[in-house]
């Protein structure tokens, strides 16, 4: 694997390509409205991967309030430079991350890489009896079409 650095600077993110590959090549975000990304990136601690030159690779993106809670969300590594272990590194970075330690619940959804984030520790949900959601999977194209 070429070096790959990872960094949390918000200024160095490239928002135009995260925002592209989120609004159009993502199954979670197809359809994404830019005002809506611009917040979800304000509101997180972000995790960019960038090669020698700087460039963007790979993204991700967690929700917490750095004590007691992250949820992990908007993970890709761009195709051209997947299978080079970018992604495990990724994780690695992620997970040792200082403000991220001692979370007592850490979440995600998936749903195709429920082997990288196994090796991770993450697991299946331990009481889904306990847990609710209120999904709205039509809302960035209402909000698409209003504008």
Known sequence: MM????????????RDAIYRYLSQESYWARGLPRAVFDRSLAGSLCFGGYDETGALV????????????GYLADVFVLPGWRGQGIS??????????PELQ??????????????????????????????????????????????
Do not use: C, W
């Not at 790979?58 to 007691?68: K, N, S, W």
């Open 58 to 69: 790979a993204f991700a993106r967690v929700i917490t309030d750095r004590a007691t809670f």
């Open 3 to 14: 070096a790959i650095i990872f960094d949390t600077r918000p200024e160095r993110l490239d």
């Open 88 to 97: 495990k590194a990724l994780m690695r970075y992620i997970l040792d991350y």
């Open 102 to 147: 001692n979370l007592r619940r850490f979440m995600l959804a998936t749903a195709d890489a429920h082997g990288l984030y196994a090796g991770y520790g993450f697991t299946p949900l331990s009481k889904p009896e306990r847990l609710m959601e209120r999904l709205d999977q039509d809302v960035y194209r209402r909000m698409t079409a209003s504008e």
